[in-house]
DNA sequence: TTGTTAATTCCACTATATGACAATTTGGAA
DNA sequence: TTCCAAATTGTCATATAGTGGAATTAACAA
């Protein structure tokens, strides 16, 4: 029944209203007493009015009732990729178990691409290099290939796994996506994310070492169709992600000190914003690249 | 009752599950299938299970069932504010009257402060000039006094009328929230309000007209405590926004030049990342406190 | 303190959310 | 097509969501 009644509670008192005030209209006083003190779980379509009313986000509500965790999905992202950014084998491991377990007892395949994100991780993390585990990634590819309608899962779900697949795999993902816009451009949240995979598709297909550079059909048609694709003005960290994979580009092209100009340009404005890490992370791979590519 | 189960058959379709994968351990299936033709509403507890069951996010769902909007609280402030920076008369006054109507109609007083908002909209809008409706204000400003617990809705009220108030009522309103903000941090949602509301508080406080800079101790301690509360590294908006906010302080304090020379820099990272409104906007500004302050 | 009013809870009752299982429809495979 | 299994819907019994109003408690002024 999950005891919400309780969170509501805390939100009514401290928003200051009577029952009276949040209940009138949409449902009984002596019924949302009953609520409140657990004896009573409430229809859904009541407690969206409810919550309406008392001017409450649902985020807000879930994040107060669940102890100051965001939702199971973001939540589970969010601490996958932390504990590979972190190298941290035994929390991988962990979160990799309980996927499994999810996974077994639900037979729900979400939870196995958990699991496989996670394998993947761990694999990287093991050999210290962004090699994956074959099978897995198969397995990965193979449940993108089903996805009809991208959510905000499907996208994440891609968006922190792309860098695994077959770069072929990844072009065809991502033009399927950009085919399916329209409406994820609509929602702030998904459009978002939508952003992000094609900055990382660019990065990804421009980061090989081949001296031949096989992509750039499919990297100019990725950025023209950012360009047209209404980053919001104030998302300044997806404008500087735009400059950097145009200047990835670039140095592909073999237009280095063109590249390499725009790359320090972004890294100074990181590092005059105090975003040393993201400076940092920009500046070793920009020494990458250009190492790789340079004469 | 809402029908929302037509809107959860849909993104159950799509994501191709069957009535039992997603139901088993929920809900009997027959009962998830009733639902979903609209025979019967749902509890809460139940229909948040299904959502984390189906990696569907709260938001997407709302707004896949709202035909494309968000939440009702986003919803007015956007609204709003839109209709404000477009100088929309009618729109501000359809809205306003709708306010007044939910007002009478339900006696809540959040309704009033919508009103409010609008008002004191309206009447800059008419005089074209950030003159307040001064009992508006006034009222605005004893429902502030009165809140207790800072939420997403009670933050964003504040943050898009601080303004139109006495400047010494934006003192204490700030201080009280960064009082309060150990809590308000833990939640992005609200972290972010919280930011945006330091950075136009400091703004607000050092665009007066006065040669003698009233407000220099609060604004430096703003901008202590903004320097500690950790501006994510990927908000690189809020991050531009401090390096001006540190200019407006800076001119206010004499240091003319070294003020003009970071709000330049600020506006030229605007126009390099093309982000051009906000560069004129920011420049416009720039013009302004310069030519009030210089000499 | 006492009295008074508003806020909440209790209780008896009704409406409806939910489950068990049978009946029907749907979607392929042969 | 025909058949079969899986998916969905219908039926009915029951648990529980939800109501109205009386009883109790909280708030607070005199």
């Known amino acids: 029944m999950g005891n919400y009644g309780a969170t509501f509670r805390t939100f009514r008192k401290n928003k200051g209203y009577t029952l009276k005030q949040v209940a009138s209209g949409i449902v009984s006083i002596s019924f949302l007493s009953k609520f409140e003190r657990g004896d009573s779980d409430i229809s859904f379509s009541v407690m969206v009015q ?54 077994q007892r639900t037979n729900h395949i979400p939870f196995h691409c958990n699991a496989l994100l996670l394998e993947v991780y761990r694999s990287m993390i093991e050999l210290d290099l962004p090699q994956l585990d074959h099978e897995a990634s198969q397995q990965l590819t193979n449940y993108l290939f089903d996805i009809e309608v991208w959510g905000y899962y499907e996208l994440s779900l891609y968006n922190s796994t792309l860098f695994l697949l077959e770069p072929e795999s990844v072009i065809v993902f991502t033009e399927l996506i950009v085919n399916k816009s329209e409406s994820i451009k609509k929602l702030p949240l998904l459009h978002n994310v939508l952003i992000r995979i094609l900055l990382n ?13 096989a992509y750039e059909e499919e990297c100019k048609t990725f950025m023209k169709y950012l360009k047209n694709s209404d980053i919001p003005e104030e998302d300044m960290y997806g404008r500087i992600g735009y400059m950097q994979a145009q200047a990835y580009i670039d140095v592909r092209l073999g237009n280095i000190d063109k590249g390499e100009f725009a790359l320090k340009k972004s890294i100074s404005m990181y590092e005059e914003l105090g975003a040393h890490k993201l400076a940092q992370h920009s500046l070793n791979y920009m020494k990458i690249i250009l190492s790789n590519h340079r004469n």
């Open 50 to 103: 409810l919550l309406d009313r008392m001017m409450v986000t649902y985020e807000e509500f879930y994040f107060l009732h669940n102890a100051g965790k965001s939702n199971a999905i973001e939540e589970f992202f969010t601490q996958a990729q932390k504990a590979y950014v972190l190298r941290d084998g035994p929390t991988i491991n962990r979160l990799k178990k309980q996927a499994l377990e999810d996974y």
């Open 201 to 213: 598709t660019i990065t990804y297909l421009t980061g090989g070492q081949d001296p031949h550079f």
